[in-house]
Every structure is written in C-alpha cells, then in structure tokens.
C-alpha cells in the first residue's frame, strides 16, 4: 500500500527559471510524498511529465562548481582503475563532466535535453536525446552492443517508471558488467531534514533498503555502497548482474541496510515524524527573515537552485522578504524564480557590500561558498541555512 506523508503545498517547475513574459500560465502542481510498504520507495504522489523539466531549455550545469568537476573527474579515474571498461555509456550525461575523461570512440553518452545533447555530441561522444527506458536500451543494443560499465549521477531518481529503467539497464549490461548510479540519499534527507530534497525531478528518493528491492526484481544485485558528500549526501550504487552467478558482496551494503533501518526508513511513522519536522523548520525560518527584514536588513538569497524552488514556494517565502537570488549561472540570471518570481542576478553584480543576510539556498556547496565569501562573514554578514536546523551561519 502507498501512504501520503507529506504536502509541500502547490509548487511549480523547480527549474523553470522564468522571463517576466513567461509569468502567465506558469504551470503548477501539488508537491505530495508517499511511502511504499511494499518496496519501500519514497515517491511524489504526482508525477510532472518529463518533457515539462527535460527539454531544451534546461538550465542545471553539472560543471559549474569546482566540487562538481572535481568529484565526476575522481569518478572517472577511480572507474577506469577499477574495471578497466572498454565500453561506457552514461545516462543523464548532461554538459558531457564525467563523459569527457572516456575516448569518444568506445564511450556513448543519453541526454534527453537537447540543448546538452548537443554540447556532447559536438564534443565527439554520441548521444542519444531521448528518455531512458526498455526501447532505447533496445536501440543501442543494435547500434553498439551490450555495455562494461554503465554509469548514471542524479538521473535515475529522476525516472518515473523505475523498474522499466532498471529493467532496461539489466538488457544493456554484459554478464561481468557494472551499473553504477548514484542519487540523494532518503537517509541523508532525513537526518538532515533537507525536505528541499523534494521537487519535481526528483520522482524517489532513493534508500539503500528499497533499491536492494527494487532491483532484485530485476536480476541485478548492489555489491558495494558509497557514501557520498556531494548534493546533500548521496548514495553511490555498484550493481551486478546476478543471473546464476554468485558475487561478492561488500560489507557497506549490509552497513548502509544496518543504518537505514535503524533510522526506520522502513517504516511509515518514521516519514510521519519527518513531516512534522518539516513544518518546524517552515516557521522556524519565515520567522528568521522576517526578523532580519524587520530591523531593516537586505535579505538575499544565495544559489538558484531547485532545493530552493521547493523552500520558497513552501514556506510563501516572496520578493517581499528576499530581494534577489545571486547565481554564477548565465541562463538562470536575468530571470525569475519559479513560483515566487524573485529577480536572479550575478553575483557580481549582487553581492555587494549592501547586502547583511543570505539565505544559503545552495547549502550543499556550503564549504565551497563560505570559502569563496570569507569577506562577507567578515565585515559581519550572516548566512542562514534551513540544514539540519534554521540557524544563522557567521563569524
Ligand atoms: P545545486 O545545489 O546543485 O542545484 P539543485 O538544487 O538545482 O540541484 O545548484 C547550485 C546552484 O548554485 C547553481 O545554480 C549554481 C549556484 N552556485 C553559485 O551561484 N555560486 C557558487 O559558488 C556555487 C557553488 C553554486
């Protein structure tokens, strides 16, 4: 049975940056989470259709953080180290940051936004702009045979149809090839009540506990867990075909089950409690601001980003409370937040001596950005952050 546990309200495309000529007929829906008893999986209530987030105006550019870069170029020698694979493909290559560490000859890339098709394809690997599922699988199968390592960063979560997809990557494996994925951790989200996890893309959130279900269905087996750091705190998955052979399991699968289920991932109450927390956090943090907003401070926000799509349309948080958002992104600035319609400018041009308080909508790269910001921190501006708690970040 599925059960709703929570409802972040109307929201709209997370991404959707808008022009102000876009501001009609800006589409929305509700943002409502189930649990599984059966799998276990953690799901929107209601799927967006792909093509309304997946088209050729996508704007999220996996290359435009140095921790990014860093962390798929790390990917892609530990990969090759590892398993040596003369035939790669990846799903969801987006501007081509882990692809372009393979030859172009014997490397294949699926990207179903056109305008980051293209950036690939020109960059020598050919890619195929369309969704992943059993037919495309089929078609490359024909067109290049069966594949030694497939890789996929924050996509599969995306995959509405999971087990088609998983079925699909079962169909295109070798016998001793690897599948390798890796997405937010549902564990992660929950310790760190980073509910801004939650949007459109994001059709599950991943635990160990449930894909270990999901994919056996599938004649595919996880051997190894990585925990990683990157967006929040993922998960990355190292799968195998099981057939009728028998592999060898590394300790972390048994760790990482260990730990999720005793955190109750595997129980509805834990998500009721979860919702609870979420809604703490909601008032906890419109307070904040306008606390800020009400001593007369200049409130802004920091990173465009999809969490915080889901923060701002939640929590009502508008123009009224947060002036403008700053994002090193080019086809972001010069437009809207989605929903709540708040400017996106350059940092450069916004993040100036005027501003006392940011909101830190991209505090995954909090590292990176308190780095890059230390003079702000130190002629006195302050950070706030919802993550794990609404608390101000200063010195
Ligand atoms: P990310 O958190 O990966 O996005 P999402 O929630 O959409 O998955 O995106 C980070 C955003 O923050 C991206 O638009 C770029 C921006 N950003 C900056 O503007 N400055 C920075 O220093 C960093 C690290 C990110």
Request: charged share 25%; proline share 3%; aromatic share 12%.
């Amino acid at each position: 049975m599925k059960r709703q546990f929570l409802d972040l309200g109307r929201q709209p495309i997370a991404n959707g940056f808008l022009k102000d000529k876009d501001f009609d007929g800006e589409f929305f829906f509700d943002l409502k989470v189930q649990f599984d008893d059966e799998t276990c999986l953690v799901s929107l209530s209601e799927f967006v259709p792909p093509e309304k987030m997946f088209n050729d105006d996508y704007v999220y550019h996996s290359s435009m953080s140095i921790t990014m870069r860093e962390h798929f170029e790390d990917a892609a020698r530990t990969f090759i180290n590892e398993y040596e694979p003369s035939k790669v493909m990846e799903i969801g290559s987006n501007d081509g940051v882990f692809v372009r560490h393979f030859p172009e000859d014997t490397t294949i890339a699926v990207e179903p936004c056109g305008n980051f098709a293209a950036m690939t394809n020109e960059q020598g690997y050919q890619t195929y702009a369309e969704f992943w599922n059993v037919d495309l699988a089929r078609k490359i199968l024909e067109d290049h045979g069966k594949q030694e390592l497939i890789f996929s960063a924050n996509c599969m979560c995306h995959i509405q149809d999971i087990d088609n997809a998983f079925e699909a990557i079962g169909n295109l494996l070798t016998q001793e090839g690897v599948f390798i994925f890796e997405d937010p951790s549902l564990l992660k989200m929950i310790e760190r009540n980073s509910y801004d996890q939650i949007y459109d893309e994001h059709a599950h959130i991943f635990s160990v506990v449930a894909l270990n279900n999901l994919l056996h269905k599938h004649n595919l087996q996880i051997f190894k867990v990585e925990n990683l750091d990157v967006h929040g705190g993922s998960n990355r998955i190292f799968v195998k075909r099981v057939d009728n052979t028998v592999i060898g399991m590394d300790n972390s699968v048994w760790r990482n089950i260990e730990m999720e289920r005793n955190a109750g991932l595997h129980k509805y109450n834990t998500y009721v409690d979860f919702a609870k927390k979420v809604e703490k956090s909601k008032t906890k943090l419109v307070e904040t601001l306008r606390g800020y907003k009400s001593q007369g401070k200049k409130v802004v926000s920091y990173g465009a980003t999809s969490k915080s799509t889901t923060v701002f349309n939640y929590c009502g948080i508008g123009p009224d409370l947060i002036d403008y958002i700053v994002d090193t992104t080019k086809d972001k600035q010069g437009k809207y937040s989605p929903g709540t319609r708040i400017p996106v400018i350059s940092p450069e041009s916004g993040f100036d001596n005027t501003v006392d308080v940011a909101f830190l909508g991209a505090w995954n790269f909090k590292k990176e950005i308190l780095n890059k910001e230390s003079g702000f921190l130190e002629r006195g501006g302050k950070f706030v952050t919802h993550v794990p708690h609404v608390r101000v970040l200063g010195v």
